[in-house]
């Protein structure tokens, strides 16, 4: 089983940045995925961005080219650079660890306004 703890969301102004992190703790050797997926209010839960282990890097069309996702080699940690942030990127982000299960984070907040 995989525990998974975010931190780094908050308040940004438009075209600004954050960092999110996620720490993995438990069983990590069993991770296949590492991502991120957020979820706007009435709205589903969408991929943001993942990393497969030993294969590609995936992101929403969205994202490209502003969200950039990077991961630590023993797979302890995965993080979220947020670079020219937009309104529509207001949601709760939620970390995602994928074994044979799926696991997620409690999510952290990131709203973008003026």
């Known amino acids: 089983q995989v525990q998974l703890v975010e931190s780094g969301g908050g308040l940004v102004e438009p075209g600004g940045s954050l960092r999110l992190s996620c720490a993995a703790y438990?069983?990590?050797?069993?991770?296949?995925?590492l991502g991120w997926y957020r979820q706007a209010i009435g709205k589903r839960r969408e991929l943001v961005a993942k990393t497969i282990i030993g294969g590609n890097t995936i992101y929403d069309d969205a994202v490209k080219g502003r969200f950039t996702i990077s991961r630590d080699n023993a797979k302890r940690a995965v993080h979220l650079q947020m670079n020219s942030l937009k309104p529509e990127d207001t949601a709760v982000y939620y970390c995602y660890a994928r074994t044979l299960f799926e696991n997620w984070g409690q999510g952290t907040q990131v709203t973008v306004s003026s």
């Open positions: 438990g069983v990590v050797s069993n991770i296949n995925v």
